[in-house]
C-alpha cells in the first residue's frame, strides 16, 4: 500500500488530516508532502531536525539489513509476531512500527498478518532517510514515512498497536494516536544480551535491566503481558560481527583497545537476551 492510500497521515505541522492529490500528500491549510519515487514520504520538518542528517547513517543501515537478513534475530521477530497475533483485535486498522529501521520486524510482521487473515494497515516510521529509503526495498504493501516518535504524524485514536522495537517510546505522544484500550508493544535487550562481545569491547560491563516504566503508567499505560527470549547465536564471522558493531551504539561507546581486539576476531557465538512488555492504554491518569 502506498501512502497515498494511508487514510491516517497528519499534518506535521497542524495535525490535520493529508489527503494523496498528485503525488504527493496536502492538508486542509495548504501544506504538502511529496510522495518520493520510492513511495515515502518525508513528515519530518526542518524545524524538529536536530542534525542535518538525523537517525542512522547509510553504513549503519546497510550493516544492519545484512546483519537482520542472516537470521540472527529471527527468534525475537518470531516472539514479536507471537504477541501480536495474540492481542490485536480482529477488525484491527492500523499496525505502527515506530522507530522501524529498515523494515525487517515490520516486513516479517506484514507476512505473519496476512497469513492470520488480517487487513490491518500497516505504517513504518523513522527519524532515519536512509533507514527509510531501505524499508521501501523491502515491502511496498506498508506506508513507510521519515517521521519522529515525538511527532508520529497520524491522526488521534488512529492506531490500534505500536511497537516500538529496541527504540526510544514516546508515550504522550503514543498515547495520543491510540485509540481507547490500544496496545503498545516494548522490545528492549536483557543484561545478558551480546554479553560475550561486550566484555571484549569494554574495560567493565554493567549489566542493566530495561527501562523502568513509570513514565509510561504516568501517560496512561498498563502492563498487560510480557515475555523474555534468550538464546545463543549461530557462530558469527569476521563480516557479520563487524556488522552487528555499525548497527548499534557499541562501536561508538568502545575503547579503542576495545574495537581492535573486536576487529581480530575471526568468530563469536553470542548470547541475544531480549525483553518483551505488552502494554495496554487505559487512558491519561487524573492528578
Request: include cysteine; proline fraction near 6%.
Amino acid at each position: 500500500m502506498q501512502p497515498s492510500n494511508a487514510t491516517n497521515l497528519a499534518c506535521p505541522l497542524d495535525g490535520l488530516p493529508l489527503v494523496a492529490a498528485d503525488r504527493q500528500l496536502r492538508c486542509a491549510n495548504g501544506h504538502s508532502f511529496d510522495i518520493a519515487r520510492q513511495g515515502y514520504v518525508n513528515l519530518l520538518p526542518v524545524q524538529n531536525k536536530k542534525s542535518r542528517a538525523p537517525g542512522d547513517s547509510p553504513a549503519m543501515v546497510e550493516a544492519r539489513h545484512r546483519f537482520l537478513d542472516a537470521g540472527f534475530y529471527r527468534p525475537i521477530s518470531r516472539q514479536v509476531n507471537a504477541m501480536v497475533l495474540q492481542h490485536l483485535p480482529a477488525g484491527a486498522e492500523c499496525v505502527v512500527d515506530a522507530g522501524c529501521g529498515e523494515g525487517y520486524y515490520l516486513d516479517q510482521l506484514s507476512n505473519a498478518l496476512i497469513s492470520a487473515g488480517y487487513h490491518a494497515h500497516l505504517v513504518g516510521l523513522d527519524i532515519a532517510k536512509p533507514a527509510i529509503i531501505a524499508a521501501t526495498r523491502r515491502n511496498k504493501q506498508i506506508t513507510w514515512l521519515v517521521a519522529s516518535n515525538n511527532n508520529p504524524a497520524l491522526l488521534p485514536q488512529s492506531v490500534d498497536m505500536i511497537l516500538c522495537m529496541f527504540g526510544f517510546p514516546i508515550y504522550d505522544a503514543f498515547a495520543k494516536v491510540l485509540k481507547p484500550g490500544g496496545k503498545l508493544l516494548l522490545v528492549d535487550a536483557g543484561p545478558e544480551h551480546l554479553i560475550e562481545l561486550r566484555k571484549i569491547i569494554y574495560p567493565e560491563v554493567r549489566k542493566t535491566e530495561p527501562p523502568a516504566l513509570t513514565t509510561a503508567g504516568q501517560a496512561g499505560f498498563q502492563l498487560l503481558d510480557h515475555a523474555a527470549l534468550r538464546y545463543s547465536t549461530e557462530d558469527l564471522r569476521q563480516q557479520q560481527i563487524a556488522d552487528l558493531l555499525v548497527m548499534t551504539p557499541h562501536l561508538y561507546r568502545a575503547t579503542k583497545e576495545g574495537k581492535d581486539a573486536a576487529a581480530r576476531l575471526e568468530h563469536i557465538t553470542l548470547t541475544v537476551d531480549a525483553v518483551f512488555r505488552l502494554l495496554e492504554f487505559r487512558g491519561h491518569i487524573s492528578a
